[in-house]
C-alpha cells in the first residue's frame, strides 16, 4: 500500500488549504484514513479520521475548521483547512489502516505517506 500526499504550501492566518492524499490499494473503501501532523520539536498529533463509509473524528484543536472527507471512487482522501493559524504549522501525513474502525491515534495506522508541509504564518 502506498499513499501520497500533496497540497501543503505556505499561507497565511485565516487562509484555507486543501490537502489530497492518493491510496494504492485494493478494496479501497474498506480501509480507514487519517491525517497525523508533526510540529517542529513535537509529538506526532492526530488530526482527523474517516472510515470506508464516512464515519469521522477530529481532535479538538481542529474540529469546526478542518473537514476530512474521501472519493472512493478515485481512492483519494482530502482534508479541508479552514481558518488557518501558526499553530497548524507542520508536516501533515496521511495514515492507512486495514480496519472499519475509526482510529483516532497515530499508532493505529499501519502504512504512511511522505508528509506535506504546511507553514502558517502570522
Known amino acids: 500500500v502506498q499513499l501520497q500526499a500533496s497540497g501543503g504550501g505556505l499561507v497565511q492566518t485565516g487562509d484555507s488549504l486543501r490537502l489530497s492524499c492518493t491510496v494504492s490499494a485494493r478494496t479501497f473503501s474498506s480501509w480507514s484514513l487519517g491525517w497525523v501532523r508533526r510540529a517542529l520539536g513535537k509529538e506526532r498529533e492526530f488530526v482527523a479520521a474517516?472510515?470506508?463509509?464516512?464515519?469521522?473524528s477530529y481532535a479538538d484543536s481542529v474540529k469546526g475548521r478542518f473537514t476530512v472527507s474521501r472519493d472512493n471512487a478515485k481512492n483519494t482522501m482530502y482534508l479541508q483547512m479552514d481558518n488557518l493559524t501558526p499553530e497548524d504549522t507542520a508536516v501533515y501525513y496521511c495514515?492507512?489502516?486495514?480496519?472499519?474502525?475509526?482510529?483516532?491515534?497515530?499508532?493505529?495506522?499501519?502504512?504512511w505517506g511522505q508528509g506535506t508541509q504546511v507553514t502558517v504564518s502570522s
Open positions: 495514515a492507512a489502516a486495514q480496519t472499519n474502525r475509526l482510529r483516532n491515534y497515530p499508532s493505529g495506522y499501519h502504512y
Open positions: 474517516i472510515t470506508g463509509i464516512g464515519w469521522t
